[in-house]
């Protein structure tokens, strides 16, 4: 399996991760031209903007950890970008989480992983 297909799986089991936890998908893969936010999810109303991040060695420290300041502003970009597009959204709560998708399925889910 190429790192592609294993991304977009990690992708997959997160979203049905989320989705047992009660939360709806809105979208999946938005993409800018400032980058890309793999999943768009609602809870309780809320925009929940997800970065699922695929853990194969625990010596690389967590997927949160691997989410560094750059990608957060590549992130709030595309979050800004995506809600040009759906106005009404954009008056809703929003918030940035993420997934680490270790080893046997674990899931990491780090709610508000980084502040706006």
Known sequence: M??????LDAETRALDYL??????????NVRS???EIDLIMEEDR???FVEVRLRTRSD???GAESVTRRKQEKLIATAAYFLQQHKPLAKR????DVVSVGYQDK?????NAFEV
């Open 46 to 48: 809320t925009i929940v």
């Open 93 to 96: 709560p929003a918030r940035f």
């Open 19 to 28: 989705q047992r936890q009660g939360l709806t998908p809105l979208a999946r």
């Open 107 to 111: 899931m990491d889910w780090i709610k």
């Open 33 to 35: 031209p400032r980058g």
């Open 2 to 7: 190429t790192s592609r297909q294993q991304g």
């Open 60 to 62: 690389f420290g967590s």
